[in-house]
């Protein structure tokens, strides 16, 4: 029965088992056994959204929030003057919205697809009513959004001592699919939104992603190649921080 049930489940909402994979490594779900995750996502579904649609508007009602398992997204606010300002982007393997969702608020900001994007959907209503029905979810959620908030703090501290390019470096070793070997890593075409997010011009991330061309890095339009995972760890050991949100975006490159 219970094997019949995870099938009904996987026809519906589309999880498959690389997406149960990046589920156990947010945050947000850490610690919670597969069925945990089926009683949490009762009504949630995966969707494939095109390049620059729009997930939800600023000031409107926060009934729901996403995990990200293909592509990029952006959050952003509109100026007074038209202008974009660009808050967030956020890669395959991790969750945005949660927090104006557990505040039963609006959306502070407005969200879009950068590129062709496979986002999870979960409605607040459905997963609150989870959390208050079972003390034990509840708890988890909230150890969990405990660790988040020291993973920030952490994430401010690198972005002070850290020089670009190990910023950089770190940054790809979230994004990597393998802990060693050569590996390959799709990067949204507009760089800009990467170092926006890093704390750099982007003529600055050019920069560095030049100078880990040493260490086996190869850029070819949004595609990014390393030959050694190992190399770019060892470009400082602290910058593969152990807190940080694993993002498996990348595939084993060929050769």
């Known amino acids: 029965m219970a094997e019949q049930d995870a099938e009904r489940f996987r026809r519906r909402t589309g999880l498959n088992e690389e997406d149960y994979r990046m589920l156990a490594r947010l945050p947000l779900f850490a610690g919670f056994s597969?069925?945990?995750?089926?009683?949490?996502?009762?009504?949630?579904?995966?969707?494939?959204?095109?390049?620059?649609?729009v997930?939800?508007?600023?000031?409107?009602?926060?009934?729901?929030?996403?995990?990200?398992?293909?592509?990029?997204?952006?959050?952003?606010?509109?100026?007074?003057?038209?202008?974009e300002s660009v808050i967030g982007v956020f890669a395959p393997g991790e969750s945005f919205a949660e927090a104006a969702v557990?505040?039963?608020?609006?959306?502070?900001?407005?969200?879009?697809?950068?590129?062709?994007?496979?986002?999870?959907?979960?409605?607040?209503?459905?997963?609150?009513?989870?959390?208050?029905?079972?003390?034990?979810?509840?708890?988890?959620?909230?150890?969990?959004v405990s660790r988040h908030m020291r993973r920030l703090v952490q994430q401010v501290e690198r972005l002070s001592v850290k020089s670009s390019t190990e910023r950089v470096a770190e940054f790809l070793l979230r994004l990597a699919a393998t802990e060693d070997g050569p590996v390959e890593i799709r990067l949204p075409l507009d760089k800009s939104l990467i170092a926006r997010r890093l704390g750099m011009q982007p003529e600055t991330f050019s920069r560095s992603l030049a100078r880990l061309r040493?260490?086996?890095?190869?850029?070819?339009?949004?595609?990014?190649?390393?030959?050694d995972i190992g190399a770019l760890k060892r470009l400082g050991a602290e910058t593969a921080s152990p807190c940080a949100p694993a993002s498996p975006t990348g595939r084993r490159a060929q050769g």
Do not use: C, H
């Not at 040493?214 to 030959?227: N, Y």
């Open 34 to 53: 597969r069925s945990d995750i089926r009683s949490l996502l009762a009504d949630a579904w995966v969707q494939r959204f095109p390049r620059n649609a």
């Open 55 to 83: 997930l939800f508007l600023e000031q409107e009602p926060a009934t729901r929030f996403f995990v990200v398992f293909e592509g990029w997204v952006k959050l952003f606010r509109e100026t007074e003057a038209g202008q």
């Open 102 to 144: 557990f505040d039963s608020g609006d959306y502070p900001v407005s969200a879009m697809t950068v590129e062709d994007s496979r986002l999870l959907v979960i409605p607040a209503d459905s997963f609150i009513r989870k959390l208050r029905e079972n003390a034990d979810y509840a708890l988890n959620v909230m150890a969990s």
């Open 214 to 227: 040493a260490l086996g890095v190869a850029t070819s339009g949004a595609r990014v190649t390393i030959a």
